[in-house]
């Protein structure tokens, strides 16, 4: 596979179109480009300067395979990129803005038991080119010319983001850089499932994005039954990670937690949570479970989940319920991929 000309900030561009022997003001005019989603052979560039880029570089990193549109508006998409791995994404919009999911690996080596993104395991990262391609080509067909068609971003695709932490904080530069989209940092949240010691390093970087940590369980014991990582870093160091994340960037941080029947849902386990969020800066996201066919957990009840969230406000913690959207397009976290690879299997069959 070629070279990922999105990979590039804009000086490291300015340098390459320089050494080309092109005109400095080229390296705007890619750079605007590319911002459209634009193809290279689409960039209104010399022909020579295009020849140059293509040697090295691909064409379309990403392009949209397939799209499959929600009852509520809600958009996922099927990407296909340069070297034939597929990958998806979602586009859900809001009364104040669109925001896109994206994904940040091929697969997941993660392990998580609800999610459907780790059917096949990890095929390969990202590059930081290919996970802002993702959004290029989704703002390419939603903006109005004044107004970008995605405003926000959310690195909960496909994927443990902090897994590829380096490709993940490059993409997180160049997307809110003002030669590419200017998205600010403050609008992109991050997930992880708690990798401790990246959630430390992402303080440092000066880029205060919406860190949110997958919880989904109150004590090590329990959360290791759905989330390997707990036999690595237990929610004491990921809590004392979260505590460092705010006092370097004073954003507040959110704690996912996904109401599973038989898990983690009865009132007894709103209590602990309640003890072990108390007086911390954080938000609780409540999500009723996204089923997997090829998972054997179960989403706890419509009435199970407002008891839940009512003890939670009750006891002084701040805490919502997600809206469900695009669940009739598989809108969880690997669901179309997986059905995809599993219809590419039955059909070489």
Do not use: W
């Not at 104040?96 to 990262?125: D, E, I, K, P, W």
């Not at 391609?133 to 390419?140: G, H």
């Not at 860190?211 to 989330?227: F, K, P, Q």
């Amino acid at each position: 596979m070629k070279g990922i000309l999105q990979d590039l900030t804009y000086d490291e561009l300015c340098s390459l179109v320089s050494s080309l022997g092109a005109e400095k003001f080229r390296a705007q005019q890619t750079a605007q480009g590319l911002a459209k989603g634009k193809r290279i052979t689409d960039i209104n560039i010399p022909k020579a300067l295009k020849e140059k880029l293509l040697e090295s570089y691909e064409d379309e990193p990403v392009h949209i395979l397939e799209t499959y549109t929600g009852a509520d508006g809600t958009e996922k998409y099927l990407f296909r990129l340069a070297d034939g791995n597929v990958i998806e994404g979602v586009l859900m919009k809001y009364k104040y803005g669109n925001t896109q999911c994206v994904s940040t690996q091929v697969g997941c080596r993660m392990g998580c038991r609800f999610c459907a993104s780790t059917l096949n395991g990890l095929t390969r990262n990202l590059t930081a080119g290919e996970i802002l391609s993702q959004v290029l080509v989704v703002n390419a067909l939603h903006t109005d010319g004044k107004n970008r068609g995605v405003t926000n971003i959310v690195l909960m695709g496909s994927g443990e983001p902090l897994d590829n932490y380096d490709s993940t904080v490059r993409f997180i530069r160049n997307v809110s850089s003002e030669t590419s989209l200017n998205i600010s940092p403050r609008n992109i949240s991050l997930s992880t499932c708690g990798l401790v010691p990246q959630m430390r390093r992402l303080a440092n970087e000066g880029l205060s994005v919406n860190l949110t940590v997958s919880l989904h369980a109150v004590t090590d014991e329990e959360r290791a039954r759905t989330m390997p990582i707990a036999n690595k870093y237990s929610i004491r160091e990921i809590l004392d990670a979260c505590s460092y994340y705010f006092s370097k960037t004073g954003r507040r941080y959110i704690f996912e937690y996904s109401l599973i029947d038989g898990e983690n849902s009865e009132p007894e386990d709103a209590k602990a949570l309640i003890q072990l969020l108390k007086g911390r800066p954080c938000h609780v996201n409540l999500i009723r479970l996204n089923e997997v066919k090829e998972r054997t957990l179960r989403s706890a009840t419509e009435r199970k989940a407002q008891a839940f969230l009512k003890a939670l406000t009750d006891g002084g913690i701040s805490a919502t319920i997600r809206r469900q959207i695009g669940a009739d397009i598989g809108g969880a976290c690997g669901q179309l991929r997986a059905s995809y690879l599993q219809n590419s299997r039955d059909a070489d069959e």
